[in-house]
């Protein structure tokens, strides 16, 4: 079992630690093993895309050795006899949210699955570090995901995508599909939309014998602050084909050491509304910003910006996030004169950055 790096010797750190912890994900290691499926241990905050159908339960997250402590191994598996149109297999991932699986009567096309809900939250971080191994053998023609997203508000709907292209009714809240608008939407439409802020999604067709640390970034919709999030980790092609097609049984994937890092750095630099494009986001030193005209000076500071291509091969923009005030805050200097001074800390308190920007005209 895992002991915390973080040590806090006397009573008034101890608060400064609680905080810094409570911006983490629950669970960030994988330790705790206190639930069962069928006879198989599971964790107690995160779940797995296990199936009960017709009296059978299959199991598709397992406890394994991790890179310390334990860690948790999910697997696509084949359910039934596929070759023989008599099943299917499934995508191998876990969650925070609740994976769900629905058929209407006895229905085969009518099949649908995704996944719903998440955990409150409040926070904004910049990049998701997970450790990984994956294997099997397709690990060349599947993608696996490690996916992170958030949101303001509750989604329902009440139709999902099927097996054969259609759409099957069930009411479901805060489905994957219904949040993620831009990078892998509900095709059947969504009843009651929400605000959805932040995206981290990674996808590799590749295979790590051995553990590898991915860093995630984390790209930002707009300034809100969630009430919700959601994380995925998947062996195979969940979420971006809707658990029903291109999925190989026996690709796999270990996940451990899930951490959460948030930034003191500026990507972009605006002043009086236009981007600097000559800012170094990483200097220390001072910076010279040259032939502004005007009289007030206005800088304001943006994170988390970029793009993600989602499941048709498309383009979808994060425009990024502007800093606030607990965030960022600006000594003013004068133009020709002494330089403006913008110390940048991270959200959850971790580090500090101390820009010093120069304007001459």
Known sequence: MKRSITICFV???SAGCLTLRAQQLPDPHFENWSDKFKSDVQLADWHGSNVSQVGSK?????QKPGRTGFCAYVVDRAIGIPKLNLGATGPGYMSLGYPWQYLKGLNLNSATAGTEGGIPWKYRPDTMSVWVKRIGPNTADEDFHLLYYSWIGTAKS?????????CTATDRVNEESDIRSATDGNECGVDV????????????RAKYNEWTQIKVPILYKNDGKPTMCNVIFSAGNYPAFRANDGLYDGNALFVDDVELIYSSRIDKLLINGKEWKGF?????KMQVYKGFSG???KIEGLRGIGALTNIKGEKARFNGRKLGSSEMTIVPGEVNGKPWVITVKAEDGSSEHVYQIKITN
């Open 158 to 166: 009440s139709q999902y995508k099927n097996k054969v292209g259609g």
């Open 11 to 13: 009573a008034l750190l």
């Open 295 to 297: 009289e007030n000076v």
């Open 193 to 204: 939309p929400v605000k959805q802020v932040a995206e981290g999604w990674y996808r590799a």
């Open 280 to 284: 170094d986001p990483n200097s220390a």
């Open 58 to 62: 299959f199991t598709f997250m397992f």
